[in-house]
T-cell receptor
Framework: DGGITQSPKYLFRKEGQNVTLSCEQN?????MYWYRQDPGQGLRLIYY???????QKGDIAEGYSVSREKKESFPLTVTSAQKNPTAFYLC???????????FGPGTRLLVL | GESVGLHLPTLSVQEGDNSIINCAYS??????FIWYKQESGKGPQFIID?????DKRQGQRVTVLLNKTVKHLSLQIAATQPGDSAVYFC????????????FGSGTRLLVRP
């Protein structure tokens, strides 16, 4: 069953803690993306990766970091520098940049 | 500036009627447009796309219309069903950018039984 998976579904972060959100795809897509969605709003791009070992900042990269060591995986770390991390985080992938993006089920991050 | 906006934040329709969701875009250089459906607590689901060299594209019960003259995009859903209740986003891809997919804030579609 091909697709994009994200884990965990819910994640709780304590003050000053770094947390990592997982994103895996078995669609053989080159490009992967991380978006943040706040209630009642559209999606804002955090980071994107065109290919393995390459990634670029999106519109709201401050307080976040990523890695792309494998084609299938694009984990996102929410660092303690991100002062307002509570949001719904969505991972997406596409065959190449500028092609249709397909989304995972999302991870909801809450701050304790 | 860059913006993809929607005319109606909430649209309520009777089950069985047709729905029309509208979207305005600002970048005349955009060459690719996508409609997504997002149910509560889930990731957006691809519905249909259209490139700027077309003005109409049909899928199963859905049709997307593109009017480049007025920079307007619409999604038509035929015979709307309760399962169509969701938030619908349009997104545009800028031809002059390597990655940028700009999303609108969404329209909520409510289907009355």
């Amino acid at each position: 069953d091909g697709g994009i998976t994200q884990s965990p579904k819910y994640l709780f972060r304590k003050e000053g803690q770094n947390v990592t959100l997982s994103c895996e795809q078995n669609l053989n897509h080159d490009a992967m993306y991380w978006y943040r969605q706040d209630p009642g709003q559209g999606l804002r791009l955090i980071y994107y990766s065109q290919i393995v070992n390459d990634f670029q900042k999106g519109d709201i990269a401050e307080g976040y970091s990523v890695s792309r060591e494998k084609k299938e995986s694009f984990p996102l770390t929410v660092t303690s520098a991100q002062k307002n991390p509570t949001a719904f985080y969505l991972c997406a992938s596409s065959m190449r940049l500028q092609e249709t993006q397909y989304f995972g089920p999302g991870t909801r991050l809450l701050v304790l | 500036g860059e913006s993809v906006g929607l005319h109606l934040p909430t649209l309520s329709v009777q089950e069985g009627d047709n729905s029309i969701i509208n979207c305005a875009y600002s970048n005349s250089a955009s060459d690719y447009f996508i409609w997504y459906k997002q149910e509560s607590g889930k990731g957006p689901q691809f519905i249909i796309d259209i490139r700027s060299n077309m003005d109409k594209r049909q899928g199963q019960r859905v049709t997307v219309l593109l009017n480049k003259t007025v920079k307007h995009l619409s999604l038509q859903i035929a015979a709307t069903q309760p399962g169509d209740s969701a938030v619908y986003f349009c997104a545009e891809n800028w031809a002059d950018s390597s990655y940028k997919l700009i999303f609108g804030s969404g329209t909520r579609l409510l289907v009355r039984p």
